[in-house]
């Protein structure tokens, strides 16, 4: 067949894919369980307004989450997340219950898409949206993510020490690679930069060779539009935009292109025509989460390359900037020799929020995390903490208290990962019957999800529940001035606290004793809907105190229009919980803080308290 041809049936088969895809829309649904009056689908649509993620209401709003799953990585489930809705409803359940996430990151594949060219499998988005939806009906917002690493696995070979993700087998037999070979590698992400094969296909598919470029976004463009059409208005709310390629890299850079220029020169292009194809699938309301270079924030001096979408202009409210951080000298080994301590990445996380900002948008860090198994994971209860601590403020504890209002935009995070499959898995790497993986995410000797199923297949937390699932604003009716919490998380027997209360509050420090805290200042913006916090399962409503300008009280009431300081489950039916503050006035500067250290206290020690807390925050905040 010509090339015209080609084109031409490849066209025709994506035009019977989208009128398949535009049927009868479904029918709308009842609202989720424990849903208030606030929770409508304008709470659930998500824009980028004021270099902030902002709903329907008017609120900011922070996505805290996890990426669901690396199990699309992998062939056992053929390329989904799940092997069963049922799973995908037990996972979600236990991330909103369990780990406190209010969002996912949700994986798709490539590969599983279009396993021929030019011919989607509406079986594969079916069931892809199936598992999606589990996810949505458990009140978690949900950004899709075809998701990339070592560009393919059919670059390599059965024997293999390493494996791929992403493209078609087809799209790799089209470019007739080399034999695949890392050399002397330690680490599986060395083949991005030392295997020439996964280099050379990934350089193809950046320059359209054998137009994978045209089909990738062709592909993309009809799993949105199949997703819209097979989701109710309700639902499609919830899904709240799209990566559209994980941690690209050029491959190889044309002779005289830097990082720099590969970014503003092929990268930025793709993403303006990805931003069209959502356009097109009825997604012209939702942000494109887009990534710069993946070497461009790296902590290692070698590794780091210029980028950071720095000649890509304002971004604006369509674009979110969308980057990934792991601390490669601590998962060396031998670059960071002890743990990680307060401020260890406020610097890090600073650059993102200081690039977000100048581009005109917000920011997102979709990857982060350490390994849970292996020589460096006794690392992980301090370096994933400290990582959780630079998201909420840019600030380290030591001197969060003395100059809050430099803590920053309180920052969005998706943690890598979440798979309940961890240690149970069943796959044939590279499609070898004699290497079958097992163990941590049977996925190059990684290591990183955060939940296990027991042998009851019951969902259990593999690290500190009290690292994970975290007090945070998940809405702000207004503007967040600074936020801190501290988790009180353990390493090992030793309790972790890095921003203890200041002696200059001692009625305070009393109150909070050895209990975890939150701290928040905020400015109301005279909306009626309320400012949300998500409480932890280690915060019970009956050891919940709360010391605001709003109020002094333990144990918060149930939800109403009238009661300042309330607290209701959050919408979805998975018993999660969330505190409620509705805030008087506009531009009026609020405090509020959260401990579950109290037992009994007293009116007169909540009474000191509040007048403490106030004081504190008129002089700390003018």
């Known amino acids: ?70 199990e699309t990585k992998l062939e056992e489930n053929n390329g989904l997340p799940f092997a069963s809705v049922a799973d995908a409803r037990k996972s979600a359940t236990a991330l909103r219950a369990l780990g406190g996430g209010n969002s996912v990151r949700f994986l798709l594949s490539w590969a599983h898409a279009e396993p021929v060219r030019g011919q989607v499998d509406t079986a594969y988005l079916a069931a892809a949206t199936d598992q999606l939806r589990a996810f949505l009906d458990a009140g978690i917002r949900v950004y899709a993510d075809f998701h990339q690493d070592l560009y393919s696995r059919y670059l390599f070979n059965a024997g293999s020490w390493y494996s791929g993700d992403g493209a078609p087998k087809w799209a790799v037999a089209a470019g007739n690679y080399p034999q695949e070979s890392c050399g002397i590698c330690l680490f599986w992400g060395q083949n991005i930069t030392q295997n020439g094969a996964v ?35 309700d639902e499609f709310a919830g899904v709240i935009g799209f990566d559209p390629f994980n941690e690209p890299y050029a491959g190889t850079y044309d002779s005289g292109q830097t990082s720099r220029t590969w970014e503003r020169d092929v990268l930025w292009p793709f993403y303006g025509k990805f931003r069209a194809r959502m356009d097109a699938a009825g997604w012209q309301d939702k942000p494109v989460f887009v990534e710069p270079n993946l070497f461009w924030n790296a902590n290692i001096d070698s590794q780091k390359q210029e980028g950071g979408l720095l000649d890509a202009g304002t971004l604006g409210p369509r674009y979110v900037f969308n980057t990934h951080f792991y601390d490669q000298k601590a998962i060396s080994g031998i670059l960071m020799w002890g743990k990680a301590g307060d401020g260890q990445y406020a610097t890090d996380f600073g650059t993102v929020r200081d690039r ?59 943690q890598w990962q979440w798979d309940i499959y961890n240690g149970r898995h069943h796959e044939l790497m590279n499609d070898n019957p004699d290497k079958v993986l097992t163990s941590g995410d049977a996925w190059n000797d990684e290591d990183l999800s955060v939940v296990r199923l027991d042998d009851s297949g019951t969902a259990v937390l593999r690290q500190d529940a009290r690292l994970l699932d975290r007090l945070y604003p998940s809405a702000t009716a207004g503007s967040t001035v600074a936020f801190t919490y501290e988790d009180r998380s353990r390493d090992g027997s030793t309790t ?38 998500h409480l932890p399962a280690s915060f019970p409503t009956s050891a919940t105190t709360v010391v605001s300008d709003l109020g002094a009280m333990i144990s918060p009431p149930a939800y109403t229009t009238t009661t300042p300081i309330a607290v209701a489950r959050e ?52």
């Open 496 to 533: 972790l606290t890095w921003n203890p209360v200041p002696s200059s509050l001692p009625h305070v420090s009393q109150l909070v004793g050895s209990g975890q805290y939150g701290l928040m200042l905020w400015r109301s913006n005279g909306t009626s809907a309320p400012t949300e916090l």
């Open 356 to 414: 977000a900002s100048a581009a005109g948008t917000t920011a997102i860090v979709s990857e982060f995390g350490h390994p849970l198994s292996g020589s460096v994971s006794g690392k992980a209860p301090t370096v994933d903490k400290a990582m959780y601590q630079a998201l909420d403020s840019r600030l380290p504890g030591s001197s969060w208290w003395s100059k809050p209002t430099g803590s920053g935009p309180v920052l969005s995070g998706t």
């Open 199 to 233: 280099k050379q296909a990934s350089y193809d598919f950046w320059h359209n060779k054998y137009t994978l470029q045209d089909a990738f976004l062709g592909t993309a463009q009809t799993t949105m539009a199949y997703v819209k059409q097979h989701l109710t208005a």
């Open 1 to 70: 067949m010509s090339k015209l041809g080609a084109r031409l049936l490849g066209v025709l088969v994506l035009i019977t894919g989208l009128l398949t895809a535009t049927g009868a829309q479904p029918a709308a649904a009842d609202p989720l369980p424990d849903s208030l009056w606030f929770d409508t689908q304008a709470s659930a649509t998500l824009t980028v307004a004021g270099g902030r993620f902002t709903d329907g209401l008017g609120r900011e709003v922070v996505l805290r989450g996890y990426n669901v799953s690396g």
């Open 571 to 622: 919408p979805g039916g998975t018993g999660s919980r969330r505190l409620l503050l509705t805030a008087p006035g506009s531009g009026t500067l609020h405090v509020a803080l959260v401990t579950n250290g109290a037992t009994a206290p007293s009116a007169d020690l909540l009474g000191a308290a509040r007048i403490e807390l106030a004081s504190w925050a008129a002089t700390a905040v003018n």
